[in-house]
């Protein structure tokens, strides 16, 4: 009887955790991809992340090979993507690091790479 009564209990803690988990907002995709090699500089670096985001909380900032800064202006928010202008740059590895306010005031940050360059 005890068994199938914790046996019950698996599915609700499932439900649980997994409510848990996706109460912050997680990047969803990028453009430029993460990880990806792209033979040009892009002009500006978007994210899309799995819930509405708080603008006035949300910014992403993009570091060169050299470790300067390439953003340029504003990060701009709308629902759940975010965006921002970059300066031109060379070829090598780029860095984007992005901190963000879910809606629901849940705060998450992470950062990822891309590559310019053939």
């Known amino acids: 009887m005890y068994r199938s009564v914790f046996?019950?209990?698996?599915?609700?803690?499932?439900?649980?955790?997994t409510?848990?988990?996706?109460?912050?907002?997680?990047?969803d995709h990028a453009e430029p991809r993460v990880g990806n090699k792209v033979a040009t500089a892009?002009?500006?670096?978007k994210l899309w992340f799995t819930q509405k985001l708080e603008a006035g909380s949300s910014s992403i900032t993009v570091t060169n090979p050299a470790?300067?800064?390439?953003?340029?202006?504003?990060t701009r928010v709308s629902g759940d993507?975010?965006?921002i202008a970059l300066r031109p740059?060379?070829?090598g590895t780029y860095h984007?690091?992005?901190?963000?306010?879910?809606a629901d005031s849940h705060a998450s940050e992470g950062s990822f790479t891309f590559q310019v360059g053939q």
């Open 81 to 83: 993507q975010m965006s």
């Open 67 to 74: 470790g300067e800064r390439v953003d340029a202006g504003k």
């Open 7 to 17: 046996l019950g209990m698996i599915p609700l803690l499932l439900l649980l955790v």
């Open 19 to 27: 409510g848990e988990a996706s109460a912050h907002a997680s990047l």
């Open 89 to 91: 740059g060379g070829i």
């Open 42 to 45: 892009p002009r500006e670096v």
């Open 96 to 102: 984007v690091t992005w901190r963000v306010l879910s």
